[in-house]
Protein backbone atom coordinates (compact mmCIF):
# COMPACT_ATOMS: atom_id res chain seq x y z
CA UNK A 1 0.00 0.00 0.00
CA UNK A 2 1.18 3.27 -0.84
CA UNK A 3 0.40 6.89 0.44
CA UNK A 4 -1.98 8.88 -2.21
CA UNK A 5 -1.76 13.06 -2.71
CA UNK A 6 -4.66 14.60 -1.24
CA UNK A 7 -3.99 17.93 -1.68
CA UNK A 8 -1.06 20.99 -2.19
CA UNK A 9 -1.02 23.01 0.80
CA UNK A 10 0.41 26.39 0.69
CA UNK A 11 1.49 28.49 3.62
CA UNK A 12 0.47 32.48 3.55
CA UNK A 13 0.05 35.31 5.51
CA UNK A 14 -3.76 36.04 4.35
CA UNK A 15 -5.33 32.40 4.03
CA UNK A 16 -8.52 34.22 2.09
CA UNK A 17 -6.66 36.41 -0.38
CA UNK A 18 -4.69 33.64 -1.72
CA UNK A 19 -7.24 31.16 -1.80
CA UNK A 20 -9.32 33.82 -3.88
CA UNK A 21 -6.41 33.79 -6.36
CA UNK A 22 -6.21 30.85 -7.22
CA UNK A 23 -10.04 30.23 -7.22
CA UNK A 24 -10.37 32.66 -9.56
CA UNK A 25 -7.12 31.76 -12.03
CA UNK A 26 -8.10 28.51 -12.01
CA UNK A 27 -11.86 28.06 -11.77
CA UNK A 28 -12.06 25.94 -8.46
CA UNK A 29 -14.04 25.58 -5.74
CA UNK A 30 -14.46 26.27 -2.08
CA UNK A 31 -14.92 22.75 0.01
CA UNK A 32 -18.43 23.20 1.50
CA UNK A 33 -18.12 25.53 4.84
CA UNK A 34 -14.89 26.90 3.66
CA UNK A 35 -16.77 29.90 1.33
CA UNK A 36 -16.08 33.31 2.36
CA UNK A 37 -18.72 34.24 5.09
CA UNK A 38 -21.17 37.75 3.91
CA UNK A 39 -19.74 40.97 3.68
CA UNK A 40 -19.21 42.36 7.56
CA UNK A 41 -19.63 38.98 9.87
CA UNK A 42 -16.17 36.92 10.55
CA UNK A 43 -14.53 35.20 7.97
CA UNK A 44 -14.49 32.09 10.42
CA UNK A 45 -12.20 29.47 8.08
CA UNK A 46 -10.03 32.52 6.45
CA UNK A 47 -7.23 33.06 9.00
CA UNK A 48 -7.04 29.59 9.32
CA UNK A 49 -7.18 26.53 6.73
CA UNK A 50 -9.04 26.50 3.39
CA UNK A 51 -9.30 24.25 1.02
CA UNK A 52 -10.46 24.80 -2.55
CA UNK A 53 -11.09 21.97 -5.19
CA UNK A 54 -11.93 20.98 -8.87
CA UNK A 55 -14.48 18.31 -10.38
CA UNK A 56 -11.20 16.31 -11.34
CA UNK A 57 -10.14 16.09 -7.28
CA UNK A 58 -7.61 18.40 -7.46
CA UNK A 59 -7.51 20.18 -4.55
CA UNK A 60 -5.29 23.11 -3.40
CA UNK A 61 -5.25 23.95 0.39
CA UNK A 62 -4.11 27.37 2.20
CA UNK A 63 -2.82 27.65 5.54
CA UNK A 64 -2.49 30.63 7.73
CA UNK A 65 0.91 31.21 8.72
CA UNK A 66 2.84 34.70 11.22
CA UNK A 67 5.67 35.11 9.03
CA UNK A 68 6.14 34.22 5.07
CA UNK A 69 9.47 35.24 3.43
CA UNK A 70 8.71 35.98 -0.12
CA UNK A 71 10.76 33.35 -2.52
CA UNK A 72 13.78 35.48 -4.43
CA UNK A 73 13.79 32.56 -7.08
CA UNK A 74 15.65 33.05 -9.51
CA UNK A 75 18.34 34.03 -7.32
CA UNK A 76 19.04 31.20 -4.12
CA UNK A 77 18.42 34.10 -1.15
CA UNK A 78 15.12 32.71 -0.70
CA UNK A 79 14.62 29.13 -2.26
CA UNK A 80 11.14 28.74 -3.79
CA UNK A 81 10.85 25.23 -2.23
CA UNK A 82 7.87 24.27 -4.19
CA UNK A 83 6.03 25.49 -7.30
CA UNK A 84 2.68 24.76 -9.35
CA UNK A 85 3.43 23.77 -12.99
CA UNK A 86 0.13 24.10 -14.74
CA UNK A 87 -0.77 24.19 -18.60
CA UNK A 88 -2.37 25.38 -21.53
CA UNK A 89 -3.03 24.26 -24.87
CA UNK A 90 -1.61 26.64 -27.19
CA UNK A 91 0.26 30.43 -27.28
CA UNK A 92 -3.20 31.97 -27.69
CA UNK A 93 -4.37 30.33 -24.39
CA UNK A 94 -0.89 31.34 -22.79
CA UNK A 95 -1.09 34.99 -23.38
CA UNK A 96 -4.98 34.82 -21.95
CA UNK A 97 -3.66 33.07 -18.53
CA UNK A 98 -0.96 35.26 -18.89
CA UNK A 99 -3.17 38.57 -18.64
CA UNK A 100 -5.67 36.70 -16.58
CA UNK A 101 -3.43 35.96 -13.88
CA UNK A 102 -1.58 39.44 -14.14
CA UNK A 103 -4.84 40.98 -13.58
CA UNK A 104 -5.09 38.87 -10.60
CA UNK A 105 -2.61 40.12 -8.62
CA UNK A 106 0.57 37.59 -10.10
CA UNK A 107 3.76 39.25 -11.04
CA UNK A 108 5.74 37.86 -14.08
CA UNK A 109 8.89 36.44 -12.90
CA UNK A 110 10.34 35.00 -16.12
CA UNK A 111 9.30 35.43 -19.68
CA UNK A 112 10.02 32.77 -21.80
CA UNK A 113 7.12 33.09 -24.31
CA UNK A 114 9.16 33.03 -27.67
CA UNK A 115 11.19 29.52 -26.33
CA UNK A 116 9.96 27.30 -29.46
CA UNK A 117 10.24 24.35 -27.65
CA UNK A 118 7.93 25.23 -24.43
CA UNK A 119 6.83 28.41 -24.14
CA UNK A 120 6.17 29.09 -20.52
CA UNK A 121 5.76 32.15 -18.10
CA UNK A 122 6.74 31.73 -14.62
CA UNK A 123 5.01 34.36 -11.84
CA UNK A 124 4.90 34.67 -8.22
CA UNK A 125 1.52 34.55 -6.82
CA UNK A 126 0.33 37.28 -3.94
CA UNK A 127 2.47 35.76 -1.74
CA UNK A 128 5.14 34.68 -3.58
CA UNK A 129 4.80 31.10 -4.65
CA UNK A 130 6.58 31.06 -7.96
CA UNK A 131 4.18 29.09 -10.25
CA UNK A 132 4.13 28.40 -14.42
CA UNK A 133 1.95 28.57 -17.34
CA UNK A 134 2.92 26.80 -20.07
CA UNK A 135 2.28 25.21 -23.43
CA UNK A 136 1.97 21.55 -22.99
Known amino acids: MTPSIRQVVLDTTD ?37 LRNDDGVRLAFQQVENLPRSTWPTADVPQQLHLDTTVPDVAALTEARDRALALGATLQDDRSDDPQEPLYVFADPSGHPFCIFVA
Open 15 to 51: ARALAEFYRQLFGLSYRPGDEPSPPGEPDGNGSDWLV
